[in-house]
Antibody, heavy 119, light 110 residues
Framework: EVQLLESGGGLVQPGGSLRLSCAASGFTFSTYAMSWVRQAPGKGLQWVSAINSGGDGTYYADSVKGRFTISRDNSKNTLYLQMNSLGAEDTAVYYC????????????WGQGTLVTVSP | QTVVTQEPSFSVSPGGTVTLTCGLSSGSVSTTYYPSWYQQTPGQAPRTLIYNTNTRSSGVPDRFSGSILGNKAALTITGAQADDESDYYCVLYMGSGIWVFGGGTKLTVL
């Protein structure tokens, strides 16, 4: 059974940093692309970032480009999202997702971790 | 700036059929955008329903179907049930490693 467990969310001040993790199990992590999708409170889903299976191809939404970095450690079956220069607009539940096919935003989803940016 | 459009809300009677659409602010949606559809209930993670326009994800009942209707992607639910009351999101692959979600449709079954 595919399991994706996000962690690392919490309260952070504007301008601060946070690193999210997504621990994967139940599948061969190193062979799948992964993504992060977020959802601000009461709002819709927003694609944030994607990474290919080897980790050498990374992609970002314009809203986070230059501030967020996606990475993965295939030896630890873990996906990361390093978030810097956080602002109130980054407050959201962040979901990690396994991509069965490159052209989907995600196919199997974690339960999410909440990031709150507030003074 | 690409905007993916969805109806903000829709209502369907139990047992009825409803079609939700997914369009572009500029241009037409085609299969080359690989439209996908997700269902989400409050407080829960998204659930993948449809990918690559019309392929159902594993375990999704066949009363959910995807298609291209005119210049939009479409999600049709036939024989709507009470537990279909959810938010539905489409997402389009814009190429070059970029995806854009629509704003979502809140479906009410009553």
């Amino acid at each position: 059974e595919v399991q994706l467990l996000e962690s690392g969310g919490g309260l952070v001040q504007p301008g601060g940093s946070l690193r999210l993790s997504c621990a994967a199990s139940g599948f061969t992590f190193s062979t799948y692309a992964m993504s992060w999708v977020r959802q601000a409170p009461g709002k819709g889903l927003q694609w944030v970032s994607a990474i290919n299976s080897g980790g050498d191809g990374t992609y970002y939404a314009d809203s986070v480009k230059g501030r967020f970095t996606i990475s993965r450690d295939n030896s630890k079956n873990t996906l990361y999202l390093q978030m810097n220069s956080l602002g109130a607009e980054d407050t959201a539940v962040y979901y990690c997702a396994k991509k069965l096919r490159w052209y989907t935003a995600g196919d199997d989803w974690g339960q999410g971790t909440l990031v709150t940016v507030s003074p | 700036q690409t905007v993916v459009t969805q109806e903000p809300s829709f209502s369907v009677s139990p047992g009825g059929t409803v079609t939700l659409t997914c369009g572009l602010s500029s241009g037409s949606v085609s299969t080359t955008y690989y439209p996908s559809w997700y269902q989400q209930t409050p407080g829960q993670a998204p659930r993948t329903l449809i990918y690559n326009t019309n392929t159902r994800s594993s375990g999704v009942p066949d009363r959910f179907s995807g298609s291209i209707l005119g210049n939009k992607a479409a999600l049709t639910i036939t024989g709507a049930q009470a537990d279909d009351e959810s938010d539905y999101y489409c997402v389009l692959y814009m190429g070059s490693g970029i995806w854009v979600f629509g704003g979502g449709t809140k479906l009410t079954v009553l």
